[in-house]
T-cell receptor, first 117, second 111 residues
Framework: DGGITQSPKYLFRKEGQNVTLSCEQN?????MYWYRQDPGQGLRLIYY???????QKGDIAEGYSVSREKKESFPLTVTSAQKNPTAFYLC????????????????FGPGTRLTVT | GENVEQHPSTLSVQEGDSAVIKCTYS??????FPWYKQELGKRPQLIID?????GEKKDQRIAVTLNKTAKHFSLHITETQPEDSAVYFC??????????FGTGTRLLVSP
């Protein structure tokens, strides 16, 4: 189970508060990803990053922000602008050499279940 | 952008039967198609993947087939066992950087 960790496992927040989810990996992977998982909707990409200090919006980036100051870390902030933040959040990492296509296994963390009331 | 459709959403089989899950994709440039298994309360894990230069790949009881012309790929599980019960996700890469996932299939294998 080692390699990529997320904390905390469960998180509860009041509406209107920003909250930051942690993701750390020691696999020396280039790329890191944040997904949101809702029942019946699969995994939807929020943000991804191929290299330090660079990241790209995924399909549902509105109301979220990220940073990639270190190769090992990719924290996700769920802001008060996110209209429906209650969900299961998964972080992942993969090899992704510069210039290559994305065709490498993604390793997932154990997830953080966020509940906002 | 890429769209990946997955069917069925739920699948119930008896132990020992075969199970087939099908996905279609829209981006003709996609060339990598992984399948992930997510057991209840656990993280998704890669079980098999296929690249567009091959039409079929097998790993013990699991196989994946790819039809590039029709833009669909399928997961086949033979001799199903109760421990195969989980949610299965297909995915396809799009552009150079992203994976797009299907909506998942909940497989239930009854003893």
């Amino acid at each position: 189970d080692g390699g990529i960790t997320q904390s905390p496992k469960y998180l509860f927040r009041k509406e209107g508060q920003n909250v930051t989810l942690s993701c750390e990996q020691n696999l020396n992977h280039d790329a890191m990803y944040w997904y949101r998982q809702d029942p019946g909707q699969g995994l939807r990409l929020i943000y991804y990053s191929q290299i330090v200090n660079d990241f790209q919006k995924g399909d549902i980036a509105e109301g979220y922000s990220v940073s990639r100051e270190k190769k090992e870390s990719f924290p996700l902030t769920v802001t008060s602008a996110q209209k429906n933040p209650t969900a299961f959040y998964l972080c992942a990492s993969s090899m992704f050499p510069a210039g290559a296509r994305n065709e490498y296994e993604q390793y997932f963390g154990p997830g953080t279940r966020l509940t906002v009331t | 952008g890429e769209n990946v459709e997955q069917h069925p959403s739920t699948l119930s089989v008896q132990e020992g039967d075969s199970a087939v899950i099908k996905c279609t994709y829209s981006d003709s440039a996609s060339n990598y198609f992984p399948w992930y298994k997510q057991e209840l309360g656990k993280r998704p894990q890669l079980i098999i993947d296929i690249r567009s230069n091959v039409g079929e790949k097998k790993d013990q009881r699991i196989a994946v087939t790819l039809n590039k012309t029709a833009k669909h790929f399928s997961l086949h599980i033979t001799e199903t066992q109760p421990e195969d019960s989980a949610v299965y996700f297909c995915a396809a890469n799009t552009g150079f950087q992203k994976l797009v996932f299907g909506t998942g299939t909940r497989l239930l294998v009854s003893p």
